[in-house]
Nanobody, 123 residues
């Protein structure tokens, strides 16, 4: 079975840090671009960050640029999202997703999705 297991969410104060993990199994991880998306209550699911298949190319949404860093360890089949200087507006359920093609911010292009992990940032 194809699985993307997101973990690492929790409650943190404004200005704090969290590191999310996305562990993959059941598919050719090295051949897949992996992205992080987030969905706040009552809002659409928005793209946050993406890493290319090898990991040489990474991109971040303007709202998190300079604060969040995406990385991947292909040997461990895991992608990470290091989140620093967290703000209350970062509060959301964070999802990781995979696609065969190159990096994209379009959620409809992703084939596989994890179950999400909740990040809550208190002010």
């Amino acid at each position: 079975d194809v699985q993307l297991q997101a973990s690492g969410g929790g409650l943190v104060q404004s200005g704090g840090s969290l590191k999310l993990s996305c562990a993959a199994s059941g598919f050719d991880f090295v051949g897949y671009t992996i992205g992080w998306f987030r969905q706040a209550p009552g809002k659409e699911r928005d793209w946050v960050s993406v890493t290319s298949r090898i990991g040489g190319a990474t991109y971040h949404a303007d709202s998190v640029k300079g604060r969040f860093t995406i990385s991947r360890d292909n040997a461990k089949k895991t992608v990470y999202l290091q989140m620093n200087s967290l703000r209350p507006e970062d509060t959301a359920v964070y999802y990781c997703a995979g696609r065969r093609g190159g990096p994209s911010f379009r959620r409809e292009l992703y084939n596989y999705w994890g179950q999400g992990t909740l990040v809550t940032v208190s002010s």
